[in-house]
C-alpha cells in the first residue's frame, strides 16, 4: 500500500476508499442531526451517531496524516473506527426496530416508524475501513468487495426509497424512479458476482449506476422544493418534511460503484497481447 501511496494520488485506490468514508462521516453529522431533531434527541442514545460522526473523521484524518510516515497507526485507527461504525451501525438498527416493530411486528410499523435500515450507512463504511486494511488493494478481490458494498448500499437505497415514499402511498409516479432505479443498480451488480464479466458488461453496470447519479440529483431538487414550500418556517419543513439529504444516497454510492468497477476493470484485464482480448 505504501509504494502505491508513492506513486500519488491518482492510482492510489486505499486513499481514495479512506477519503470517500472520512466525507461521508462528515455528511452524516448533518443527517444524523436533522434526522434526530424530529423529536428533539428524546432519547440521550440519539446522540450516539453524532458525537461518533463528529469524532470519527478527526481519528481518520490523523491516520492519512500519519499514514506514509507510520502505517500501523494508520492502520489501528481505521480499524478503531470501522469496528466502532459497524458497532453502532448495527445497534442503530435494533434501535430503530425497538422504537415500534418489535411491539407491532407489521410492515406498517416498518413503513411509518425510524427508518430501520439508515443506520446500516454506519455498518457499511465500517466495512470499508476494514476492507481497505484486510483486503490487498493491489488484487482484483478488493475491486470485488468494494461493488459488493456499494451493492448493499443500492439495495439500502431501493428498500429506504419503497418504504418512505409507500408513507403517502406514492403520491406522485416520479416516487417510483429510484425504486426501480435502485432495483436495477442492485441487479446489475450482483451479476457481476455470479458470470465472468468481459469489459463490455462493466461498462454498461457504469452507466447504469451512473444513471443513478441523475436519479439522486432530481430526486433532491424535488425533497428541496418539497421543504422550500408548505407550513412552518424552513426549519421545521427540513427537519420534518421530506428527507433532503436522502436522494444524495444515490451519487454518493455511484462514486464507491465506480471505483470499485474501475479496479476491477484494471485488475481482470489480461496482459497485453492475451487472448482474453481475442476472446471477446
Not at 125 to 142: I, K, P, Q, T
Not at 252 to 271: C, E, F, Q, S, Y
Request: include cysteine; aromatic fraction near 16%.
Amino acid at each position: 500500500m505504501g509504494t502505491r501511496a508513492e506513486r500519488g494520488w491518482l492510482t492510489d485506490y486505499v486513499l481514495w476508499v479512506e477519503t470517500f468514508v472520512l466525507v461521508n462521516f462528515a455528511f452524516l453529522v448533518a443527517d444524523i442531526y436533522i434526522a434526530h431533531s424530529s423529536n428533539q434527541f428524546r432519547d440521550p442514545r440519539e446522540y450516539v451517531p453524532l458525537f461518533f460522526s463528529l469524532v470519527a473523521p478527526a481519528v481518520l484524518l490523523a491516520g492519512l496524516i500519519l499514514r506514509a510516515a507510520h502505517p500501523r497507526i494508520w492502520k489501528w485507527a481505521g480499524f478503531a473506527v470501522g469496528w466502532c461504525a459497524l458497532a453502532t451501525g448495527l445497534a442503530g438498527v435494533v434501535f430503530h426496530l425497538d422504537a415500534q416493530f418489535f411491539y407491532e411486528k407489521t410492515l406498517r410499523s416498518l413503513t411509518y416508524g425510524a427508518p430501520f435500515a439508515a443506520p446500516l450507512a454506519y455498518a457499511g463504511l465500517g466495512l470499508l475501513l476494514l476492507v481497505n486494511r484486510m483486503v490487498d488493494a493491489e488484487s482484483a478481490e478488493w475491486g470485488r468487495w468494494i461493488i459488493l458494498l456499494a451493492l448493499g448500499g443500492f439495495f439500502g437505497n431501493f428498500v429506504l426509497s419503497l418504504t418512505d415514499h409507500a408513507v403517502n402511498g406514492f403520491f406522485r409516479w416520479e416516487e417510483w424512479i429510484p425504486v426501480v432505479s435502485s432495483a436495477f443498480a442492485t441487479g446489475f451488480l450482483t451479476a457481476l458476482f455470479f458470470s465472468t464479466s468481459g469489459r463490455r458488461y462493466l461498462v454498461i453496470s457504469a452507466c447504469v449506476v451512473l444513471a443513478q447519479g441523475v436519479v439522486g440529483i432530481a430526486g433532491f431538487l424535488y425533497h428541496l422544493q418539497s421543504c422550500l414550500e408548505g407550513p412552518g418556517n424552513l426549519w421545521y419543513r427540513i427537519v420534518n418534511g421530506a428527507p433532503l439529504m436522502a436522494p444524495l444516497l444515490f451519487p454518493n454510492l455511484v462514486l464507491l460503484a465506480l471505483i470499485g468497477i474501475w479496479v476491477l476493470d484494471r485488475k481482470t484485464a489480461a496482459p497485453a497481447g492475451s487472448t482474453r482480448s481475442a476472446a471477446r
